[in-house]
């Protein structure tokens, strides 16, 4: 008889059958992800938008806010006090027929590169806005990286409960500064502070109104009030609403699927989570807009089909969750085929085979095994010390590679030192093994020397993962000294030469070492200039843009 372990995932059957089922089954799912500024109500939407699928019997389980249960936050805590970055919770959850999985970005201190490659592992992203404050400096950095990785953009104005600014105005503040064309889909009756409804572009001759449910602890109650009714009791706010959307359909602001998908238009939607104001019409645009798992650039070109045999791609490996085990979890989205547990995989970059005996879903605290997944679906793989963040995991019998997870521009530098010389080998094991893990990009010079690395990090939450790690798990604990730069950008050697030895040019040059891209480090976007200015031949490139 075989027994689990060797059963292998090249060894399922596949027939034409099983084919139309995992297509059927990636057909059904939308994966996604809400990009925000840290306070635009992302949790509360996120427990909003989970209460309506009825995921959790009462909105506060993801948040946790005071009185209320909290399953992710407890599971931050914990984290935190080990300095471990906070993992991204995945939420799935089934609504209408779908099976939809919400992916968490980490915002505030723990922004990190980690919160740009959740986006390598969905299909679509709610762009949250608050209406007081519009666009601000994390939801552009996250646009960016959906822009340049083509994923189509649905959009939230959150809080219109309260005063804010004129939806007009912020629809042309997203088209002036992303270029993305905003086709709002349902659009207030009354202005931010004094919200009397939506009305739907689609059916505009009704407005929805909802009952207030104080605290948001239940789903607010929607009531269907035929125009008539609404032009009676509402009046002038009522009518702006109707002649605002017509004057924008005019413009021809209507949604058109084609132009969303390619990344030129964003669906937008209004409302305030907080009293689950205006989140059925966005839970159902994301069952309805948002696109399921397509096929998947290969890395030497071509796709991989959905209803291909399994393939996954790591797109965060979240260390030490238990230091008592040593546990590493791979958080792996699956692109193709069905993952079973217990069948064994192989990681494409080492040819090697992985078994899935430990595979588990995530959310917050509570990890439940998982037996299959499909396209579009995240597993957490765990004892996944083996696996590294881009790696492509796949059938035995059917090879894949997916392309290089970009990395990102970082803008928080320390130099680390061992704090005690003698452990100077335990020192760069720990610094590489880091480093290969994408926990920090490392950076080195001849100036510097081979003791004195330079950490980068997208958010300065990484450094305390440094110092925790390198202290607990390499025993070989690290001073850290900041250095005071905040830009990186990508140069030549000839620029790199340069720069350092430049008397006019504030900044620095060094070599990432995991690419040998040469790195050129400055203080400000000033000193950039200043570098430009000085050596207009070399290159110097955003390292965003450079995937
Ligand atoms: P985040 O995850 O994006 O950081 O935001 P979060 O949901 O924690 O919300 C940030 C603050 O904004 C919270 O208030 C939350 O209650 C409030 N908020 C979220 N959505 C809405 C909305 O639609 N309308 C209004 N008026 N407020 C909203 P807080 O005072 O920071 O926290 P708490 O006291 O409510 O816990």
């Known amino acids: 008889m075989t027994s689990e372990v060797e059963r292998t995932a090249g060894e399922q059957t596949r027939t034409a059958g099983e084919a139309a089922r995992v297509a059927g089954e990636a057909a059904r799912r939308r994966t996604f992800a809400v990009i925000s500024h840290p306070d635009a109500g992302k949790s509360t939407l996120t427990e909003a938008l989970a209460l309506h699928a009825r995921a959790i019997t009462e909105a506060g389980a993801v948040h946790g806010k005071a009185g209320r249960r909290g399953v992710a936050s407890d599971w931050m805590e914990m984290e935190k006090a080990r300095g471990i970055s906070v993992t991204s919770a995945v939420l799935q959850f089934a609504y209408r027929g779908c099976v939809l999985n919400l992916l968490d970005t980490p915002g505030h201190a723990d922004f990190s590169e980690d919160t740009y ?45 309260r005063p804010g600014r004129e939806a007009l105005e912020l629809l042309d503040e997203i088209e002036r500064e992303f270029g993305l064309r905003p086709t709002p889909v349902t659009w207030p009756v009354g202005y931010a502070g004094r ?27 929607e009531e269907v009030v035929p125009g008539g009714v609404a ?67 290969l890395a030497g070109g071509g796709t991989r089909a959905v209803d291909a045999p399994f393939s996954g791609l790591v797109f965060k490996v979240q260390a030490n969750m238990d230091p008592a085990h040593r546990d590493r979890i791979a958080f792996v989205r699956v692109c193709s085929g069905v993952f079973e547990r217990g069948t064994t995989v192989t990681r494409a970059a080492s040819g090697r085979p992985f078994a899935t005996k430990y595979a588990h879903s995530v959310f917050g605290q509570d990890r439940s095994m998982v037996e299959t997944a499909y396209p579009g679906d995240v597993v957490g793989l765990v004892n996944a010390s083996a696996l590294r963040v881009g790696d492509t995991l796949h059938s035995p019998g059917s090879p894949a590679v997916f392309p290089p997870m970009p990395t990102f521009a970082p803008e928080h530098f ?11 080998k335990q020192f760069r094991r720990g610094i590489a093994q880091l480093d ?30 440094v110092a925790a790690r390198m202290a607990g798990e390499f025993s070989a604990p690290v ?62 490139e955003s390292l965003l843009a450079a995937h």
């Open 479 to 540: 001073r850290l000294e900041a250095l005071p730069y905040s830009l990186a950008r990508a140069t030549d050697a000839t620029g790199a030469d340069g720069l350092n030895r430049s008397r006019l040019v504030k900044g620095e040059a060094l070599t990432r070492v995991r690419d040998k891209t040469h790195l050129a480090l400055f203080p400000d976007r000033w000193q950039a200039s200043n570098f430009e200015r000085a050596f207009p031949d070399a290159p110097l």
């Open 195 to 221: 919200l009397r409804g939506l009305v739907d572009a689609r059916e505009p001759e009704r407005m929805l109104r909802y009952a207030r449910t104080p605290g948001g602890a239940h789903a607010a109650t």
């Open 436 to 465: 290969e893990e994408g926990v920090v990009q490392v950076l080195v010079s001849e100036l510097r020397g081979e003791q004195s690395p330079v950490l980068a990090a997208v958010g300065p939450m990484q450094f305390d993962v």
């Open 414 to 424: 320390m130099v680390a030192r061992p704090v005690d010389i003698s452990r100077s």
């Open 231 to 297: 032009a009676r009791e509402e009046g002038d706010d009522w009518t702006q609403a109707v002649e605002e959307l017509e004057l924008l359909r005019a413009d021809g602001a209507e949604h058109d699927r084609e132009a969303f998908l390619d990344g030129r238009t964003t669906p937008v939607f209004f409302g305030a989570a907080i009293t689950n104001i205006g989140v059925r019409p966005l839970l159902d645009a994301v069952v309805d807009m948002a696109p399921p798992p397509g096929p998947r650039e």
């Open 117 to 161: 490659r959740v986006l390598a592992a969905v299909d679509c992203a709610v762009m949250l806005i608050d209406a007081a404050k519009g666009l601000e400096e994390q939801t552009r950095k996250l646009f960016d990286v959906c822009a340049h990785r083509g994923i189509p953009v649905i959009t939230f104005v959150n809080k219109w409960d």
